[in-house]
Structures are given as C-alpha cells and as structure tokens.
C-alpha cells in the first residue's frame, strides 16, 4: 500500500477515532460500532479501509473479530513525515 492510500486512509475523522479507540488495546468490531451513531455496515466499511491500509490488522476468537493497530506502519508514516522536516524541527532559514 502506498503512503498516499495511508495518509488517505487516516484523512478520515471517523477512522482517526476507531485508531485511537485501538491505541491501548485490541477491541472487537461490536465495541467500536458501538462508540458511533453510525450503521455497523457503515463502521465495517471504516474498518475495510483501515485493514487494506495495513493500519490495522484483524484475528477471530469464536465468534467475535478483534482489531488492533499494526504499530509498524504507524512507525513508517511518523519517519515519513520526520524526513519531510515536518516533525518538529525548523526548517527557518534565516
């Protein structure tokens, strides 16, 4: 996935919610629908896009699928940035 389908991916406010939902600890798809006044359809299609990002990844315990992030890709996108001069250092040439 490029960095662009990424940065895409996280452009969204609702998936910025359920990725911070995410940050402490897995959680299953019925827990997250339930943080939105949205259709579980429409949530399970927020989850779509973030798994096809590699944001997140998913594992089925019986009858139930949990999320958690993929902390990798997280670590991509940050050095990204970093080497863009964006995360924190000036870039003033005075």
């Keep these: 996935m490029a960095m662009s389908d ?3 991916a ?3 406010p609702v998936r910025r919610k359920i990725l911070n939902l995410l940050k402490d600890e897995p959680k299953p798809a019925g827990e997250i629908a339930a943080q939105f006044a949205l259709t579980p359809a429409t949530v399970s299609y927020h ?7 590699n944001l997140i990844t998913e594992r089925r315990e019986k009858n139930f699928i949990y999320y958690d992030l993929n902390a990798s890709v997280f670590e991509e996108v940050l050095s990204w940035i970093y080497s863009l001069g964006i995360g924190g250092e000036s870039n003033d040439k005075k």
């Design 10 to 12: 996280i452009s969204d």
């Design 6 to 8: 990424t940065l895409k």
């Design 47 to 53: 989850l779509k896009l973030l798994k096809q990002a």
